[in-house]
């Protein structure tokens, strides 16, 4: 054969050839049997400041909202105001139909005319009575009239008291009767309780409002220099949350700028206990038992400046409320913590000094953040920990 022959003819050079090849091959096995050691995801143990905070969601509204209705029935006159117009207290905002509340304050104005000009002509007859009462008994010490007369006189004189006094008393109601005709006039006339900006217009020009049982709102009115947040805490939370308390929060729309208050009050009472229907239910529920394991939530108020007029009413906020720093703080980023055991360490890994497998440790936390978590024992500051496994190697699976 060719290759025998040509093996035969050179020999150590194909030998030496073979012996290279052989090497080779045996090189790559090795390697392809003991891969180079896997990379960790690692952090550092250090030490900073730790904000121990409850996360909660929350809703912005405005500070100081009204409903502008009418106690008037009649047909919507005119709007004098658009949506998003800023008006002062006291401006004119629409008007209603006046003629039935103008012609009734005139029918009572005509009944207190006509019940003063009875009343001026009761007063001459009790006049004319009381001087016809001094005539009879000047009389009737002279013997000169008789009892009879004397009697009437005296008659007479307190009928057209009594008749005076039903009169006086009828004034009085009409009186007031006219002061009611003038309210209900002045009541088509929608004046701005306060300062601030139109938000919403619920009733369009032309429309008729009838205020029998209820006050229909005609537009709604909010001061929107600055806002109040009515954050949701769970009732897990609630406990470590008090007014005065550090807070801040972010709004979907710019999540990079962040705003600061305070707390200003936490309810007492669930978000759901001052709705009606929820209140019907709960006075229900107290003779059949209450539903375990529903979710309960309290709100928390505080309130944040507006001048920009940057926040809307209705945006969702993601608050932060700070119940506590811990400065200097032993830490690692809560991504490191694995199961929780009984005794209520956590199952921590860490990189060994020699490399290898990461060995796995025991230790108790204090603060967590959800961000970093503050360790009390189990580990010591320029430890490593394992925040996530490599990549799986090609073929391991095979």
């Known amino acids: 054969m060719a290759w025998f022959k040509l093996l035969a003819s050179k020999p150590r050079a194909y030998v030496a050839a073979l012996c290279a090849g052989v090497v080779v091959v045996s090189f790559f096995s090795a390697w392809s049997s003991h891969p180079p050691l896997l990379k960790y995801t690692t952090a550092k143990v250090g030490r900073l400041d730790i904000e121990d905070t409850v996360l909660a969601a929350g809703v912005l509204q405005p500070i100081q909202q009204v409903d502008v209705g009418t106690r008037a029935t009649g047909q919507l006159k005119s709007l004098k105001v658009k949506l998003g117009d800023p008006v002062r207290a006291g401006d004119l905002l629409a008007e209603i139909d006046s003629l039935l509340q103008d012609n009734e304050l005139?029918?009572?104005?005509?009944?207190?005319?006509?019940?003063?000009?009875?009343?001026?002509?009761?007063?001459?007859?009790?006049r004319k009575a009381r001087?016809?009462?001094?005539?009879?008994?000047?009389?009737?010490?002279?013997a000169a009239t008789s009892r009879r007369d004397f009697e009437s006189a005296e008659a007479e004189v307190q009928a057209d008291e009594a008749d005076l006094a039903a009169l006086e008393a009828q004034i009085?109601?009409?009186?007031?009767?006219?002061?009611?005709?003038?309210?209900?006039?002045?009541?088509t006339k929608i004046v701005a309780p306060i300062d601030g900006e139109?938000?919403?217009i619920l009733t369009k020009e032309g429309q008729t409002v009838v205020a029998a049982q209820i006050?229909?709102?005609?537009?709604?009115?909010?001061?929107?220099?600055?806002?109040?947040?009515?954050?949701?805490?769970?009732?897990?939370?609630?406990?470590?949350?008090?007014?005065?308390?550090?807070?801040?929060?972010t709004i979907m729309g710019d999540p990079d700028k962040r705003y600061s208050a305070r707390l200003r009050v936490v309810e007492s009472a669930p978000s759901s206990y001052s709705e009606p229907a929820a209140t019907q239910n709960a006075a229900q529920s107290s003779n059949a038992g209450t539903t375990?394991?529903?979710?309960?939530?309290?709100?928390?108020?505080?309130?944040?400046?507006?001048?920009?007029g940057v926040l809307r009413i209705g945006m969702s906020a993601q608050v932060s409320i700070v119940k506590g720093v811990v400065k200097n703080a032993l830490a690692i980023p809560a991504g490191a913590l694995r199961e929780q055991g009984s005794d209520g360490r956590f199952l921590v890994r860490v990189v060994g000094a020699k490399g290898g497998e990461p060995e796995e440790r025991r230790v108790r936390i204090g603060v967590n953040n959800r961000s970093f978590a503050q360790v009390l024992d189990g580990l010591k500051e320029g430890d490593e920990v394992v925040l996530g496994d490599p990549p799986t190697a090609i073929g391991s699976a095979s």
């Open 131 to 142: 001087f016809e009462q001094e005539r009879q008994q000047g009389l009737i010490h002279g």
């Open 292 to 308: 375990v394991g529903a979710p309960v939530f309290y709100n928390a108020l505080f309130d944040v400046p507006n001048a920009d």
């Open 215 to 249: 006050v229909p709102v005609i537009l709604k009115l909010a001061k929107l220099d600055a806002m109040t947040v009515k954050t949701q805490i769970s009732e897990a939370d609630v406990v470590s949350v008090k007014a005065g308390q550090p807070v801040s929060f």
């Open 198 to 200: 139109v938000v919403a």
């Open 106 to 126: 005139r029918a009572q104005q005509a009944n207190l005319a006509n019940l003063e000009a009875k009343e001026r002509a009761a007063l001459a007859r009790l």
């Open 172 to 187: 009085a109601q009409a009186k007031s009767l006219v002061k009611t005709a003038e309210a209900n006039l002045s009541f």
